[in-house]
T-cell receptor, first 114, second 112 residues
Framework: DTEVTQTPKHLVMGMTNKKSLKCEQH?????MYWYKQKAKKPPELMFV???????INESVPSRFSPECPNSSLLNLHLHALQPEDSALYLC?????????????FGPGTRLTVL | SQQGEEDPQALSIQEGENATMNCSYK?????LQWYRQNSGRGLVHLIL?????REKHSGRLRVTLDTSKKSSSLLITASRAADTASYFC????????????FGQGTTLQVKP
């Protein structure tokens, strides 16, 4: 299984809502990533988890809260988001955090904040 | 700051023609990768070239890397309508963190 799955595919939420994005992989990868991508722009790294520990937080606002409950699962908890947070949120995984590892991406969650 | 810049921003060709995209970056790297993204979907890894390699092939793809000029090119030969997508280069900036920095991307349209 070489797939990264993400749920939901689409999410619409208000600024006072709390929601979560879910990402799952069963490739035995020990590195997982969250990216944010605005329309017609490249993906921007948000968080990196290595062996279930947060290793990089790219100065992401605290209204985004990542969680890695186990080696296969990655969540992104959302709270009090702003309309400018509307974007495609991509999850990715790789064997480990090291050079020469390709990253496998999920299809993304399209988030709209009203 | 963006590590990679790509040109052209957009490219439109006929099926069967070759497509060439270029990527420039600013700092030293371990490797450079190319990804494809179909509209509104996840990215698909195409090819990885290490800093000590100059050229690499995979099917209809040919990637070159010139570390002295800090640039790379992706050539797609005999293009097909299914190649229509955005193409991004990504570099690791010599970090061992797994962090990739993506270029701005080239949008390729292949007309049947």
């Amino acid at each position: 299984d070489t797939e990264v799955t993400q749920t939901p595919k689409h999410l619409v939420m208000g600024m006072t809502n709390k929601k979560s994005l879910k990402c799952e992989q069963h490739m035995g990868h020990r590195a997982m990533y969250w990216y944010k991508q605005k329309a017609k722009k490249p993906p921007e790294l948000m968080f990196v988890y290595s062996y279930e520990k947060l290793s990089i937080n790219e100065s992401v606002p605290s209204r985004f809260s990542p969680e890695c409950p186990n080696s296969s699962l990655l969540n992104l908890h959302l709270h009090a988001l702003q309309p400018e947070d509307s974007a495609l949120y991509l999850c990715a995984s790789s064997q480990e955090v090291r050079p020469y590892n390709e990253q496998f991406f999920g299809p993304g969650t399209r988030l709209t904040v009203l | 700051s963006q590590q990679g810049e790509e040109d052209p921003q957009a490219l439109s060709i006929q099926e069967g023609e070759n497509a060439t995209m270029n990527c420039s970056y600013k700092t030293s790297i371990n490797n450079l990768q190319w990804y494809r993204q179909n509209s509104g979907r996840g990215l698909v890894h195409l090819i990885l070239i290490r800093s000590n390699e100059r050229e690499k092939h995979s099917g209809r793809l040919r990637v070159t890397l010139d570390t002295s000029k800090k640039s790379s090119s992706l050539l797609i030969t005999a293009s097909r309508a299914a190649d229509t997508a955005s193409y991004f280069c990504a570099t690791d900036a010599l970090s061992n963190t797994g962090k990739l920095i993506f270029g701005q991307g080239t949008t390729l349209q292949v007309k049947p």
